[in-house]
């Protein structure tokens, strides 16, 4: 299967997991999903970016999960969308 996967230019890792999903449900788990949110709108707003840019931009840096904490708790306070 390494020949192959390498030859088809795929991760190895890839090629087992498609596989595996083939023996476990046949060729429709092999079917790209669309995605949930297509077609919607995928950004924050100004401010919210505004933000993220000055909590990311901090040293020394905030860990990823507490920058979305501060970011979660401020589109809160501002009763905005909250990111994901």
């Known amino acids: 299967m390494r020949l192959v996967a390498a030859a088809a230019g795929m991760p190895f890792r890839t090629a087992q997991r498609w596989v595996a999903l083939y023996h476990q449900c046949g060729f429709t788990a092999l079917v790209r999903r669309r995605r949930a ?18 909590l990311a931009l901090q040293k020394p840096p905030l860990p990823i999960a507490a920058l979305y904490r501060q970011v979660r708790r401020f589109a809160e306070d501002l009763g905005e969308e909250l990111p994901s």
């Open 37 to 54: 949110d297509r077609g919607g709108h995928r950004s924050v707003s100004g401010k919210i970016g505004k933000a993220i840019q000055g």
